[in-house]
């Protein structure tokens, strides 16, 4: 089969693959552009193939709701650099994909890469991406958060903190004010649980037993362990559960009795890279590197 010059120049842009490289996987695929990309990528020619075992811990939380406000989704989508986070193409896309778990109700990774735009996967516009700017880049998660009243949700430090709330109350300003606060106060403050209810009796027993170690190395008389650890408890649960938190903006209340009426269902809360290595940067051995190359 012939394959034209300007065949090859094409999927050696898309995927910065060598030429015989690029003119092979075209002979494979029969002169298919999209099964060709996929052959350079699966034998590990493409530039995106080569990258993908590079570590993308840093990039941004992205966020979007629905005209009816719903429904929200947050994701996050990694990069390997702060820089590539500032591209706009990069930020094009990371919205792009908010967007779509709202329209198509997309609840895994899986679900949005296997999604398409104008006949092309999101995992192939990713991957393509990858090969225009240089660096790995990786969806990493997401969540999508519906209600029969409405939701809210926020970014916090230009998207290093992603939050979104499910809320039962009226839709009205007043309690949609109340609703950006608390998704503020969550961003801030990083409670693990929306609820004292939620806290699993494995943890309640582990916490109990570390302050009662303590206690006793502290010398508390044994008769009064249990009314102090009373006390030592409802310090943890004011301390990592939401609803038991004092509002950030007045701490002489907590969150749920600055929610009043309103009642918050449910709650997530996206840290940029959190549980990821980071990579240890050295920029100077980099461009020296990059200068040598």
Same mark, same amino acid.
């Given at each position: 089969?012939?394959? +034209? ?39 590990g020619m493409s530039k995106a ?29 990694? +990069? ?66 519906? +209600? ?19 809320l039962n109350g009226e839709s009205? &300003? ?42 006793? &190395? ?62 240890? &940067?050295?920029f100077a051995a980099e461009v ?6």
């Amino acid at each position: 089969m012939s394959i +034209s010059a300007k065949l090859v120049m094409e999927l050696r842009r898309k995927t910065d693959a060598g030429m015989m490289d690029c003119k092979k996987a075209l002979i494979e695929t029969k002169g298919d552009l999209k099964a060709a990309a996929k052959y350079l990528r699966e034998k590990g020619m493409s530039k995106a193939a080569k990258k993908a075992g590079r570590i993308a811990a840093e990039g941004l939380i992205f966020n979007a709701i629905s005209a009816d406000e719903k429904t929200t989704a947050i994701v996050e989508l990694n +990069s390997e650099t702060d820089f590539v986070a500032k591209n706009n193409e990069f930020k094009k896309f990371g919205k792009l994909l908010t967007e779509l778990v709202i329209q198509n109700k997309i609840d895994t990774v899986e679900e949005l890469k296997n999604s398409k735009v104008d006949g092309t996967t999101i995992e192939t516009k990713l991957n393509e991406l990858i090969a225009k700017i240089g660096e790995n880049m990786n969806i990493r998660r997401l969540a999508r958060v519906t +209600s029969d009243d409405f939701v809210t949700t926020y970014l916090h430090l230009g998207g290093k903190i992603g939050v979104a709330l499910e809320l039962n109350g009226e839709s009205n &300003e007043e309690n949609k004010a109340k609703a950006r606060d608390i998704a503020m106060h969550l961003a801030a403050m990083a409670p693990d649980f929306l609820d004292k209810s939620d806290v699993t009796q494995d943890i309640l027993d582990k916490e109990r037993s570390i302050l009662k170690a303590q206690l006793v &190395e502290q010398g508390k008389p044994e008769n009064i362990l249990d009314k102090i650890l009373i006390g030592k408890m409802n310090k943890f649960f004011e301390e990592n559960c939401l609803l038991q938190q004092k509002f950030v903006k007045d701490d002489k209340i907590t969150v749920e009795n600055f929610a009043g009426q309103m009642k918050i269902i449910k709650m997530i809360r996206f840290k940029l890279g959190e549980g990821l290595e980071k990579r240890n &940067e050295d920029f100077a051995a980099e461009v020296k590197s990059q200068i040598k190359s």
